[in-house]
């Protein structure tokens, strides 16, 4: 019998080789993508780590078009998006974050670093959605730790209207059981939006099958289809609003 498509789109991952520190070199980007397709996964969104400027954006984009040129023909495509560290500098140089979007849809994939400033990160989040008007989805929120990790801090970023994406190693426990546990409560409160990998190597793609089966029993199958697929199909359709807020 044929395995079941469960995910098509992985929004989240560090599948591009010799940028950060995901896939070392183009084998290991092969078998990242190798096992991505194994799982379901048609489309794969690399998010390499942009933090402080110090990503070299010329090598990024050299690296995306030697991978996406090896792969082209298979039965999986790879679109170019990055993950951004909320810090000072994106706040002294907003205007710059639209070239850094997830594959030209607008969005911005974002991770809120591991810190006590919460007011200044929930300030400077407002202003890039209100002021400067990015579309924002938050990576992973249920890892952030003592700052953002919380049932509350993440119930108050999706009445805000930013987009929650959690990660599958997160619903199975493998950050430790209070990350798992906060993803139970995101997930059962139907607080995400979408599920992805955040994949650095080719074993984080043995998970979703299992992630999924976790998100059903925590909530039900529609919802589970939504956060492994329907959405981030959506979302690179451009449409830009999923279900904002409530
Ligand atoms: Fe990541």
New binding site residues.
Partial sequence: MERKVLVVVDL?S?VLFGIDDGARNMEESLEMIEAAEKAGIRTIVA?PHLKNYVLAPEKTHENYRMLAEKIKGDNIGIILGF?IMLNHLLEKAPDVLGKYDVGGTGYLLIEIPYTNYREQSFKMLDDLLRQYNYRIII?HPERMGSGFGHKKAISRLRKMGFLIQVNTGSILGFYGEGTRKLAKYVIENGLADFVAS?AHRAESYSWHEQAYASVVKWSDEAYAERLFRENGRKLLGNKWFLYYGE
Avoid: I, L
């Fill in positions: 989240h560090h998010t993950e990576a955040d």
